[in-house]
């Protein structure tokens, strides 16, 4: 089967419902247990607890919300097939703290025991509008980036993958094959993919074929 997979289908197209199918044949299977959705608080509560019991088929999945104050006694239970947080509640989940590099620039880092207790607890990762992680060199990003490999199964959802243009590719692609597709780095993307224009260089336009080779690369 497919572990990774983009569901780039416009609004209304059931991408929820999907997931919920994909999880359901899993769980019977016993490939997976847990599985981890991050998506905008809005869809958080009004979307994934609710369109499940839209079918009798997912009933049964137990939903639980890694939000407000009772989001650490969520977390440790069992008693949940799906976890759903927002990307603002990232930090929370692995556990970051400050720490200063050799440089003097102070950076977070990921506590080392949540991480592999997380991986344990977690085989399948959904990110529900992946365009939150478009931008590669934003916080968020950088710490899915750190727990990525440790799922096995990773979907990504949107209905607007390119709202800014292909640039905003990069990251999304890359949590679904950790840069197999377009480079490992963003820098690798863009000159690829990429030429330098407006004033000194600092925006980037696609090369005249770009769109075609993308396409093809993460098809």
Sequence with gaps: ??????????????????????????????FISKTLVICPVRPMYRVWPHQKDRFEEFKHLRVGELHGDNKDEVLV????????????????????????NSKGK????????????????????????????????????????????KFKRRLILTGTPTP???????????????????????????TEFFVPSGYGGYDWKPQHDADRRIAEKIA
């Design 1 to 30: 089967s497919q572990a990774c997979l983009g569901l780039l289908l416009p609004p209304g197209a059931g991408k929820t419902s999907i997931v919920y199918m994909i999880i359901t044949v899993l769980l019977m299977k016993k």
């Design 77 to 100: 239970s069992d008693d949940y097939d799906v976890y759903v947080i927002n990307p603002e509640g990232l930090d929370w989940l692995f556990a970051t703290y400050e720490h200063e």
């Design 106 to 149: 102070r950076e977070k880092r990921v506590d080392p025991v949540r991480l592999k207790w997380l991986a344990n607890k977690f085989q399948m990762l959904v990110v529900d509008e992946s365009t939150k992680f478009k931008n590669s060199q934003t916080n968020r990003f950088k710490l899915l980036k750190e727990f990525v490999p």
């Design 164 to 190: 800014k243009g292909l640039m905003d590719l990069f990251g999304q692609i890359y949590i679904l094959d950790e840069g197999q597709s377009l480079g490992r780095y963003i820098t690798h993307y863009r």
